[in-house]
């Protein structure tokens, strides 16, 4: 006779447990004082991936969305079209989790950059995705 349970993998972090299993999706169980609570994390995505940014063409901010399966070092930059890095928005260890940036077009230095093609690209762990965007004034 089947005993009710099922068998998860996951990862144990801060006294919280990670769990996923096929038919469930992913849960964080919270051990309390006589007490265990469970929430259901639907934001922990399957793959990485950056998404086409919107709105597209813009003026004056755009927003950038992408999505980490796992805990991974992350850097999102911008680029001109002779391949200058003109902005780093992101350069630091992410969760997992689905993410989003609201860019202003301006520089590291706070300069309003001119109208015109630019490139974003993700690097999260071994992936690496480039897009383009048009910035109208």
Do not use: C
């Not at 004082?33 to 004056?60: K, M, R």
């Not at 015109?116 to 897009?131: D, M, S, T």
């Amino acid at each position: 006779a089947e005993s009710g349970w099922i068998n998860l993998g996951g990862s144990i972090s801060n006294g919280k447990i990670q769990v996923y299993s096929e038919t469930m999706g992913y849960y964080l169980l919270v051990s309390g004082d006589n007490h265990l609570a469970s929430q259901e994390l639907t934001s922990i995505p399957g793959s990485f991936s950056l998404n086409q940014n919107y709105p597209n063409p813009f003026n004056p901010s755009t927003t950038i969305k992408y999505q980490l399966p796992n805990a991974v070092d992350v850097r999102l930059e911008i680029y001109n079209v002779v391949g200058q890095v003109v902005r780093t928005l992101i350069g630091e260890q992410q969760s997992a989790g689905r993410y989003e940036y609201q860019w202003d077009a301006t520089s590291n230095n706070g300069q309003s950059l001119s109208s015109g093609i630019y490139f974003y690209r993700l690097q999260a762990g071994e992936f690496q995705e480039v897009n383009k965007m048009l910035l109208l004034k």
